[in-house]
């Protein structure tokens, strides 16, 4: 009996173990993939070659150029991804990988953040206290100990000496060269640079200076339209020290440098209209002289010009003829043009103290040339009103001779056109025959070309030649400055796109 138990007992728990194996059935393990993109956070490029792990482990893995790279046979479930790469920092995280499916994740890295500044730029060119540097200057300099790796920016401030304003030259780039452009000739120039790394940390370089070179003696003036802006330009006789006076978006025309060689004078229309300016001759200190306009028919600023003294102005105002001071001051009306005719373009000569000037109707071909006493009294005609237009009257350095033009096809537009437009020089005594300078010397085939007019003539500083704009009689082409002796002879091309020219 007690051994029959013992049996029975034996098969309750061989019978009870089977039961629990059966309860205890185990799953098989599934597997997702898992597409892994690796960024640089702050350019947003790929990042190749950049450690890829996962946990659980599942193995090892570098992405490819395009910092790409699949993972398959991840186990399903939540897995953390990790990117590592050097001079990055890592980053970690965490997908739910579905079995049989793929998960697209994109693992953005930022470079280490620095709280520790960098080394101040150094090694500056031109060097410190250098001299003798041009308007338009490159300036450069070199990181100190720094690497690729450091990515770091520049801001370029300059100051003008006795001038607070500073100009902000570069602003948060990478460039380690930038050019000042527009300087002032005879000036020292301050410039400090400033570098900043990723982690927002910066350091400054010593302030180092500079000194522009001294203002070429240019002796040529001259207005030039480039890009929809007419401005003043400055030359020698071969146009390699040429030099722009002036930047605005308003016209600025008709230059003139005073007799004493110091400042130049001429006309914009910034204000709404035409009013006589003065500057440096380095463009500096731009100040206007007149409040009453220098217009007129037919005279957008060209009717000014300077006393013989270079105290002095004379200008025209519609039907009035003025004289100033070279301050704005002493303003004073020298005449009244005859009934229903403008001043416009006019001479001074100290010889004889005398103004040549030339009045003009509506239309621009109505034109008469007058010699006045300087104080605007006496008026006696001198040019009449001939076929063709009559301009820009000018002395011989004697005064005994203006040269004027004259479009000798006698050609009468209302639009202003001229055909044929010939230098002419006249005594002022009124005796022998206008001498055409443009008829050149047919001998030596120098004279001025088919379908051209001669322009606006100014006498040489020497007195023996003559300074005057040719240009294609249709306006379409770009007007050209030209000189010529007073017999015609050896017309010579000086520059191209220039008009209304001064040479003292």
Partial sequence: MRIGLLLLTGWALVLSALSGCEDATVEPTTYGSVDVTVLDARTNQPLPNTGISTNPATGSYVTDAQGHIALTQVPAGLV????????????????????????????????????????????????????????????????????????????????????????????????TVVTATGLLYNTTYYWQVTARNTGGASARSPVWSFQTGPLPDNRYLFARTSAGNTDIYSSDNAGGSLVRLTSSAAVETAPQLSPLRDIVAYASNATGQYQLYTMNRDGSNQRQITALSAEGYSNAGVGYRWSPDGAQLIYAHYDQLYRINRDGSGLTLLATAPAGRHFRECDWTVQGNRLVVQTIGANPYDSELYLYNADGTNPVLFVSNLPGRVDSPSFSIDGTRVVYTRDVAGFNSATGRQLDAHLL????????????????????????????????????????????????????????????????????KLFSNAFLPDWK
């Fill in 425 to 492: 020089i006249q005594r002022v005594d009124g005796t022998g025959t206008p001498v055409d300078i443009s008829a050149g010397n047919a001998s030596m085939n120098n004279n001025k070309p088919a379908g051209t007019n001669d322009l606006t003539p100014r006498y040489s500083p020497d007195g023996f030649r003559l300074i005057f704009v040719n240009r294609v009689n249709d306006d379409l082409s770009p007007p050209e400055l030209w000189t010529v002796n007073l017999d015609g002879t050896s017309r010579t």
């Fill in 80 to 175: 953390a991804i990790s990117a590592r790469r050097t001079g990055y920092v890592a980053a970690t995280t965490n997908v739910n990988v579905t079995s049989g499916q793929t998960q697209n994740v994109v693992l953005q890295l930022d470079k280490p953040s620095s709280t520790t500044p960098p080394n101040a730029p150094v090694r500056p060119a031109p060097v410190s206290g250098a001299t003798g540097q041009p308007t338009d200057v490159a300036l450069s300099w070199h990181p100190n100990g720094a690497t690729r790796a450091d990515s770091l920016r520049y801001d370029v401030i300059l100051f003008e000496s006795n001038n607070l304003n500073q100009r902000t030259l570069l602003s948060n780039s990478k460039d």
